[in-house]
């Protein structure tokens, strides 16, 4: 059988380019699972090879930064910084995509404007916001900016994934004396859960991995996120501690990859939901 030239040429550069991606994530899995002066020369060397979980229960029960404590924290400011915007884009994208109101198209540019702003312009102000709110070194200052951060995509996505739903079975809903609410929650909601999923993926993923935020708005050792930890758990008296530092790596980066896992099938439908017109 004869491939045409096009495709092994597509093959050749996709395996390279997965194969260069995963050789960090190997290093670091195979660094997290051998003692540190294993790896001093190398993680690609492999005599001696020793696997232990040392590592792993080093970090986690951490006299000075116990990752234990940092995931924790993660999971108390990431579920509600995902799930309460998710909740008020979908109603936002909602009333964008089917209801006419003055100025409509006017704020959904504004909101969709707000995504090209940098994180670093509005360190500063948001900052002094917190100061004035008391709510610097609370989980309150970082669910707060994450929510206004992740609105205006979460709106325009939900807003182009409602765009492909066919209006014919709202309008059925309201002709047998549905309300706006009912169509919303009944008709339209359990048809938008793969744009969830895929919200909620993604949600999660960049709040769970944010480290600038927390940096300036977190400074208590108490209320460290897990992003926090990692840099504190690698600093040894007169060397990194390599194995210390991947095995935290990999702890924190597990988490968002079992999440996707879980929804991966309503995550790729709700990619592609809105840009396949049904």
Not at 213 to 232: N, V
Request: charged share 10%; net charge positive; no cysteine.
């Amino acid at each position: 059988m004869r491939f045409p030239l096009r495709t092994v040429v597509i093959h050749i550069v996709a395996w390279t380019a997965a194969v260069v991606w995963l050789i960090p994530f190997l290093g670091v899995l195979v660094s997290s699972f051998r003692p540190s002066n294993e790896v001093l020369n190398g993680w690609w060397i492999l005599s001696p090879l020793t696997l232990t979980l040392t590592n792993f229960v080093s970090v986690f029960f951490s006299d000075i930064s116990p990752m234990s404590v940092g995931l924790r924290n993660s999971f108390l400011m990431v579920l509600p910084a995902t799930v309460m915007p998710l909740v008020i884009g979908a109603l936002a994208g909602y009333g964008f995509a089917r209801f006419s109101w003055p100025i409509r198209d006017y704020v959904f540019l504004t909101i969709v404007l707000l995504m090209a702003v940098p994180q670093m312009m509005v360190a500063i102000p948001l900052f002094q916001i917190m100061v004035d709110l008391n709510l610097v070194n609370t989980f309150g200052a970082l669910i707060l900016i994450h929510m206004t951060w992740g609105l205006p995509w979460i709106i325009l996505f939900m807003r182009n994934f409602f765009g492909t739903l066919p209006v014919e079975i709202e309008e059925a809903a309201r002709v047998d004396g549905a309300s706006d609410a009912k169509v919303f929650f009944r008709v339209v909601l359990p048809m938008t859960f793969p744009a969830l999923a895929s919200v909620f993926v993604l949600q999660f993923m960049w709040v769970w991995s944010d480290f600038f935020f927390a940096t300036i708005f977190i400074q208590e050792p108490g209320l460290m996120m897990a992003t926090q930890l990692i840099p504190r758990l690698a600093l040894g008296q007169f060397q990194v501690d390599w194995g210390f530092l991947t095995a935290a790596s990999l702890m924190v980066m597990i988490v968002p990859i079992i999440v996707y896992a879980f929804l991966q099938k309503f995550y790729v439908k709700g990619m592609i939901g809105w840009t396949l017109k049904r």
